[in-house]
């Protein structure tokens, strides 16, 4: 039989295992011109929340009742498509099921032996891409400034802090645990890191971290860390607005310090962004995120959790910080 995961629930505030159904059905047959793909990998993304709720936002919800979908690394198991063949890999958006059947649109196929395939949903993937294209093209750091980056040592955040240093740029984190703040110095080469959960005066920290002020602002969380962060904006400063997961489960709309003044005073630029935005650099942006890894000038973590059943559990525990670098569930 065939497990598959379906949204049961719009979940209200932090989703629970409860908003999640799981399901066995008949395995797939393939027809002519199609493939049967084994899930692998699958990747578990903060903005998922978003797509479980019913507000209008830039791709539709989820259905209710119906398989959740999110980035995927699947293997060919049995053809009748010519492009593909058996033991192809695959990376696409696809149904949390255990197998499914495909006519080969939308699949990228990817390469075991360049990389692990799990590298794909990551640094080599949308994750890497969103790091990558939101610091070169809204943050624009110039080598000597200094770059902010919170959420840093997630999937998004540990790549962009990276790039910021190999584009010559003083780098300080912010993340929600000692051990991720050392890694982010150790492991990743930020010059300094700051634990969001333990300090007692964020906006001192940061001033004492970047004597100089903040040049650039790369945001994965919004909220209280992002007004402790523009208390510290310096004049013609970036701000790129990837994410705000402080307030992803939040039931009412929060109330922090209006930027405006902020922004005027100091000749702030601020854009959010989505990834798909820069599409068209996509390739480009992956060969040069390729040739960093390969030349060891970029690294990655991975948080993998095992089993099909944890996939949920994996989603839910973002919100809580268990993941350092990409959350994936294997298969
Ligand atoms: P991460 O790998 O960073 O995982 C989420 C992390 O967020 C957790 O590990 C946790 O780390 C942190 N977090 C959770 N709750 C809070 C909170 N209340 N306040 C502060 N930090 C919190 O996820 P991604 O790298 O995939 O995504 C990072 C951000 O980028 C998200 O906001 C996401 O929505 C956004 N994003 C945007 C894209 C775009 O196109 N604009 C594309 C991809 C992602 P900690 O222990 O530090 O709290």
């Not at 199609?34 to 830039?58: C, E, F, H, N, W």
């Not at 196929?109 to 799990?118: L, Q, R, Y």
């Not at 200094?146 to 190999?166: D, F, L, N, Y």
């Not at 995120?289 to 690294?299: D, H, I, M, N, V």
């Amino acid at each position: 039989m065939n497990k598959v995961i379906l949204l049961k629930n719009r979940p209200v505030g932090k989703p629970t295992l409860g908003d999640f159904e799981f399901l066995e059905e008949e395995n797939p047959i393939i027809q002519e011109g199609q493939i049967l793909l084994k899930t692998l990998y699958v990747s578990v993304d903060p903005y998922l929340r978003g797509r479980m709720s019913d507000a209008k936002s830039y791709v539709p919800p989820f259905e209710l009742n119906k398989p959740i979908h999110s980035g995927v690394i699947a293997e060919v198991v049995e053809s009748k498509l010519s492009d593909f063949a058996v033991g192809d890999y695959v990376s696409a958006m696809l149904d949390w099921k255990e197998l499914q059947v495909s006519d080969g649109q939308g699949l990228m196929k990817v390469d075991g032996k360049a990389a692990p395939v799990s590298a794909y949903l990551g640094v080599l993937g949308m994750t890497g891409l969103t790091a990558y294209l939101g610091l070169t093209e809204i943050g624009k750091p110039k080598s000597g400034e200094t770059v902010v980056v919170s959420g840093a040592a997630g999937a998004v955040g540990s790549v962009a802090g990276q790039i910021a240093k190999i584009l010559g740029c003083r780098v300080i984190g912010i993340a929600g645990s000692d051990e991720k703040t050392s890694m982010l110095t150790s492991k990743f080469g930020f010059d300094a890191a700051i634990n969001y959960k333990t300090t007692s005066d964020m906006q001192a920290d940061i001033a004492n971290a970047a004597p100089n002020g903040v040049d650039v602002y790369f945001d994965n969380v919004g909220g209280e860390i992002s007004d402790a962060v523009l208390a510290n904006i310096n004049q013609f400063a970036r701000v790129a607005v990837c994410g705000s997961i402080s307030g992803y489960n939040d039931t009412e709309a929060s109330m922090g310090p209006r930027v405006q003044g902020i922004l005027v005073k100091n000749s702030v630029l601020m854009q959010g962004f989505i990834v798909s935005n820069y599409q068209e650099k996509f390739p480009q942006a992956i060969t040069q995120l390729a040739s960093w890894l390969q030349e060891g000038k970029l690294t990655y973590a991975e948080t993998v959790v095992d089993g099909f059943d944890n996939i949920p559990q994996a989603f839910i525990d973002l919100f809580e910080g268990k993941n350092e670098g990409k959350m994936v569930v294997k298969v």
